[in-house]
């Protein structure tokens, strides 16, 4: 059995966990971060979640998934693919897995982001890779800080 490929990154945020929380899951918010795209669902577990964006003059999913699991405000699991990455069939055992947490530290948020595991799915070593030299979630979260923090 091959080692598990996960990517996690952790961001302290100088908000309350609740703004957090919101920016994670709030359309409005996650366009602002998230190239921009919004992520819709309406957040309880067995349901879709679709990240949806205009790219050049044509709305389209640009990543799509399930939630797996949700404890609002804290926790919050789901899958994740591509369905626009035709070198990766849109097959259940190539969804990636991420799950944010989000605990508050009084005057601040520590938020840990997780996504994997790579070495389930097609072409996991390289799609881990180039995840890793991107910078995983790190680029994200410093978006998302820096628009809590202004």
């Given at each position: ?56 003059g ?30 990766v ?52 979260l ?9």
């Amino acid at each position: 059995m091959s080692q598990p490929l996960i990517v996690t990154n952790t961001i302290t945020i100088n908000a309350p966990a609740a703004k957090v929380w919101d920016a994670l899951v709030n359309p409005e918010m996650t366009r602002k971060y998230m190239f921009g795209c919004e992520a819709l669902s309406d957040w309880k577990p067995g349901s879709p979640l679709l990240w949806k964006g205009n790219f050049n003059g044509v709305e389209m999913v640009a990543v799509k998934g399930s939630i797996v699991s949700i404890d609002p405000g804290k926790h919050l699991v789901y899958t994740t693919i591509d369905p626009n990455n035709p070198a990766v069939p849109d097959l259940p055992e190539n969804y990636l897995t991420v799950t944010y947490d989000v605990k508050d530290q009084g005057d601040s948020t520590l938020l840990t982001v997780s996504q994997g595991d790579y070495s389930t799915v097609t072409a996991g070593d390289q799609r881990y890779e180039e995840t890793v030299a991107g910078g995983g979630w790190t680029p994200i979260l410093d978006q998302i800080k820096q628009l809590l923090e202004n």
